[in-house]
């Protein structure tokens, strides 16, 4: 085999593509079969995503339901037993914002919540977003600090 007689796999090219427009002896000159006139007749049209044909779009004949509060401040929940987890397996000593996105457990721009679920075992200091009263009781009650960091 040698380039000057490389072809391609039988039936892996399909049919020429139709050339219209050339000519009313061909059938499909003149118009080019886009039939006479209108928007789908002219070059460069583009349907608008959901357009029904002047019809009211489904989108908009839907009901609207439900409100989307845009000033809610979403928490990431963490227990405190994953945090005795984090001090059991990964050495930590204290718990901070950085600290747990370094550790992958809090996206680049999450807030955290620290939880009361769970028992801890060890003082701790910690540094969050927001913590729970019954979680602040459990930390102090061992000895422990909270701050609460800006957001």
Known sequence: MELHNLTPAKGSIGRAKKRLGRGQGSTDGGTS????????????????????????????RMP????????????????????????????LTEVTVEGLRENGLLG??????????GELKTKVNVSVHAISEAAKAKIEALGGTVTIAKY
């Open 108 to 117: 680049k721009t999450k807030l955290v919540k620290i939880l009361a679920s």
């Open 64 to 91: 609207k339901v439900g409100f989307k509060n845009f000033h809610r401040v979403s928490f990431v929940g963490l227990n405190l037993e994953k945090i005795q987890h984090l001090i059991d397996n990964r050495g």
């Open 33 to 60: 079969s886009r039939g006479h006139k209108g928007a789908k007749s002219r070059s460069g049209y583009t349907q608008k995503l959901g357009f029904e044909g002047g019809q009211m779009p489904l989108q908009r």
